[in-house]
């Protein structure tokens, strides 16, 4: 970025705010994608629009090309998501959990990829990595077999019937907003914790690896407990383990228990990853890309709205943050409990038998 006199800094703060508005719109997105005739052809034009502008990006003459093509790649993946979820719909209740899986994947090993290829490339030399990622993209796509829920999504909803179908999945979505801030605020300190307690940086980045490492696996956990157990129960699960384990962050702890703490935060945060979006999709099965948007992007961006609302008052008192953290995150499990009514049959996230 030295062509465009412009710090690292300045770069990360102008991605991290474009991501944001991109999640704000992802629920405008899932709308969209409600009406699209053929899911399959939204998937290709959102994929063609974030690996094309990723491309470009490389090329921007000026930080203003640059910042439109940063736009379109975020919202391209923005777009990207409601559609997908609703393609990840199978005979498996686990296919939805891959995607979501598969996602968190990505996001933990993008920036170190992207960091080890400008390290030894040209930043311009990035259209070699979209290209390849096209390639691939392409032939996964051609070989998608025509389903029901990618060819042809029968709503005929007015927006109006859209935006109040969405108060069956409110509490879904400020579920996913708090747990959201619990995991974001406790992914941000749990790093600066390891540093003034005297331990390397090496061991805050262990910590981070080991967070979506675990995260992942439990993505697959929780699929199981909720439909062993419903998703009111793995939501129950999930907030006592955060709130035990945010406990243990606002604490002197060892190394050892620091580590602990983490791992309980982002092991049982991730539980409910992709077991709150089926929910919403089971709630709102004629809007199902909606309810997608709703609780992924749109209730990410809200949460961590909240976790800047949350560092205003206390400044540099984490301790302080997280004993809010820890407090929130206890009342959120009788929260859990509450269960949705709909046609007056109560749903805890189990698929219909």
């Not at 993505?219 to 909720?226: A, E, L, Q, R």
């Not at 269960?339 to 007056?344: C, D, F, L, S």
Request: proline share 3%; net charge positive; glycine share 8%.
């Amino acid at each position: 970025m030295r062509k465009f006199n412009i710090g690292v800094r300045e770069i990360a703060l102008l991605i991290t705010s474009i991501s944001f508005f991109s999640s704000i719109f992802q629920i405008i997105f899932g709308m969209i994608a409600s009406k699209l005739v053929s899911l399959k052809r939204g998937l290709f034009v959102s994929m063609l629009i974030t690996i094309g502008s990723m491309a470009l990006v490389g090329f921007s003459l000026n930080i203003v090309v640059l910042l439109l093509f940063f736009l379109a790649a975020y919202f391209g993946n923005s777009a990207f998501h409601p559609i997908g979820a609703v393609m990840a719909r199978g005979s498996s209740p686990y296919s939805l959990s891959i995607f979501v899986a598969a996602g968190t994947l990505g996001t933990a090993l993008g920036p170190v990829f992207v960091t080890q290829f400008v390290s030894h490339y040209d930043f311009e030399e990035l259209w070699i990595v979209a290209t390849v990622s096209l390639v691939i993209f392409l032939l996964l796509y051609v070989r998608e077999p025509n389903k029901m829920n990618v060819d042809k999504v029968k709503d005929r909803t007015r927006l109006r019937d859209s935006l109040q179908g969405l108060r069956k999945i409110i509490i879904l979505w400020f579920v996913v907003t708090v747990r959201t801030l619990v995991i974001t605020l406790s992914n941000t300190y749990g790093p600066i914790i390891a540093s003034k307690r005297g331990l390397s940086l090496v061991f805050g980045g262990l910590l981070l690896t080991l967070g979506i490492g675990l995260g992942v696996a439990t993505t697959m956990v929780g699929t199981w407990m909720s439909h062993r157990f419903g998703n009111h129960i793995t939501n129950l699960v999930s907030f006592a383990g955060m709130a035990i384990g945010v406990l243990i962050l606002s604490q002197p702890v060892s190394a050892l228990l620091l580590v602990v703490g983490y791992l309980l935060v982002n092991g049982c945060g991730y539980l409910t990853m992709s077991t709150n979006v089926a929910h919403a999709q089971q709630l709102m099965p004629e809007n199902a890309a909606l309810a997608s948007s709703t609780v992924m992007g749109f209730a990410w961006a809200c949460g961590v709205a909240l976790r800047y609302l949350l560092i205003l008052p206390f400044g540099d008192n984490i301790s302080a943050q997280l004993m809010v953290l820890f407090a929130i995150s206890i009342i959120m499990v009788p929260v859990s409990m509450l269960k949705i009514e709909k046609n007056g049959a109560v749903l805890n996230g189990r698929e219909a038998s």
